[in-house]
């Protein structure tokens, strides 16, 4: 078993607090030592840390792996890279894949594919309905044996209500985390963002109603249940204030709001074309600036990537054919550290929202999401100020969309650490 040893890095762990320069040392898979100087013993690999920050490895509610049925996209190796390019070491994986993971055999397949792969600790979502028609509901207890985390028909919502007031009951019985795509089919037919972008291009929009109804009933439906619930990428402002109104009720209601929604607008669609089409869409600039108080402020509580990976030919369709996502794990570091350069995040903030608090959502803390002395050494270590080319030569994907193909982004991974274990060393 290595022994690893992080000199001179600036440590932050909002876990306790910390939030200075310290050395780590690494030994049998664990964080053995935090103190300001630890001298090296020689039997040990030292990584320089000086003028990096060192943190808990990033954790990810929200990526679609493309594994089984559409691995042209991405496959679960190509996205375990992807993944601890960007420095996450956890992952749990969307079940749209094909076939929908709404049986135990997918559940046990994934995982099994990424333990081989052996860079990332895959956590698969089932999906709540079979084959996510919204109609019947999974056998949760077969899935959450088999080793599914959470429930999820992503992609769409459930539209009876009744049915997932059960799923809320059942899932919470069981001690799975039901997380939503709150956005109404009826109100979300269209393309991108209902508003000035759409009728310019004369294409059906989404309406911002879809989500913010669709969180409301959510919200209210958790605090009938007394069940948990996770809102996926959030993308309007409607949403922000309903869930400030929920959780100062004190009910179970957790979101994540998307790099995407983080970086840009809907007048992306007019220059990037499909590569800026996602699902929920692009909204205005008010609404990224009430994501990124709401996310600051803690009424959003934390990052998922929404890595969703399409072919080129794919995303070279129209805008109305086009399938929407796009790449996350690559821009999740360089999203937040734009807005800690911005001064409208703090680093402390930087690192719960992309660790420490996904952790705590999914259930893993205080084992990961943390520095604490005696737990999994899952570590990333990256350089605030690094700027690099997100281009074909450093990509891990087998897709590339994204709209920041090409373009300068700053903040990069130099290490990820998994139990102990380099799993990725970048270059500068
Ligand atoms: C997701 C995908 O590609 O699977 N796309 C997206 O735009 N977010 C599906 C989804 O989460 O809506
Ligand atoms: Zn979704």
Redesign the pocket.
């Known amino acids: 078993m290595e022994k690893l040893l992080i000199k001179g890095g600036f440590v932050v762990d909002p876990s306790q607090k910390l939030e200075g320069l310290a050395d780590i040392l690494i030994e049998k898979g664990k964080i053995s030592k935090i103190e300001r100087n630890i001298p090296p013993s020689g039997d040990e690999e030292v990584i320089d840390a000086r003028s990096m920050v060192v943190a808990p490895a990033f954790v990810d509610p929200h990526a679609?792996l493309r594994d089984p049925g559409q691995t042209y996209k991405e496959d679960i190796e190509s996205g375990s890279r992807a993944a601890v390019f960007g420095g996450f070491t956890t992952v749990v994986s969307?079940p749209?894949t094909s076939p929908t993971t709404d049986n135990p055999a997918i559940v046990e397949y994934q995982i099994q594919k990424a333990q081989k792969v052996g860079l990332i600790r895959l956590l698969p979502a089932g999906t709540i309905t079979v084959g996510r028609k919204g109609e019947k509901l999974t056998d949760f207890n077969a899935l959450k044996k088999a080793g599914a985390v959470a429930l999820t028909d992503?992609?769409t919502t459930l539209t009876d209500e009744s049915l997932l007031k059960t799923a809320l009951y059942w899932a919470s019985d069981l001690g799975l985390l039901v997380m939503d795509?709150a956005e109404l089919p009826s109100l979300s037919r269209g393309h991108l963002n209902e508003g000035k972008v759409s009728s310019l291009l004369g294409l059906a929009g989404r309406s911002r109603s879809a989500e913010a109804i669709a969180v409301a009933r959510d919200g209210f439906l958790a605090q009938e249940t007394d069940a948990k619930i996770h809102i996926q990428?959030v993308s309007a402002k409607e949403s922000v204030d309903l869930l400030s109104l929920f959780k100062e009720k004190g009910v179970n209601i957790t979101s994540e709001v998307n790099p995407n929604h983080l970086l840009l607008t809907e007048e992306a669609v007019l220059k990037y074309g499909p590569l800026a089409k996602?699902?929920p869409p692009l909204r205005t600039k008010e609404d990224r600036k009430a994501l990124i108080q709401a996310l600051a402020e803690g009424i959003i509580d934390c990052i998922g990537t929404?890595h969703?990976p399409?072919a080129s030919w794919e995303k070279e369709k129209p805008l109305d054919q086009a399938?929407?996502?796009m790449l996350g794990f690559q821009i999740a570091l360089p999203a937040l550290v734009k807005l800690y350069n911005e001064g409208l995040i703090t680093l402390k903030r930087l690192v719960e929202v992309l660790s420490t608090t996904p952790a705590k959502i999914l259930n893993l803390y205080p084992e990961l999401g943390t520095l604490k002395v005696g737990t999994t050494a899952d570590v990333v270590i990256f350089d605030l100020k690094h700027e690099w080319v997100f281009d074909e030569k450093i990509n891990p994907s087998k897709s590339s969309n994204s709209p920041f193909m090409g373009r300068k982004l700053v903040g990069k991974v130099f290490y990820t650490i998994k139990e102990g274990k380099i799993v990725y060393r970048g270059k500068s």
């Open positions: 679609h969307m749209n992503d992609g795509h990428h996602v699902n929404d969703a399409h399938p929407p996502g």
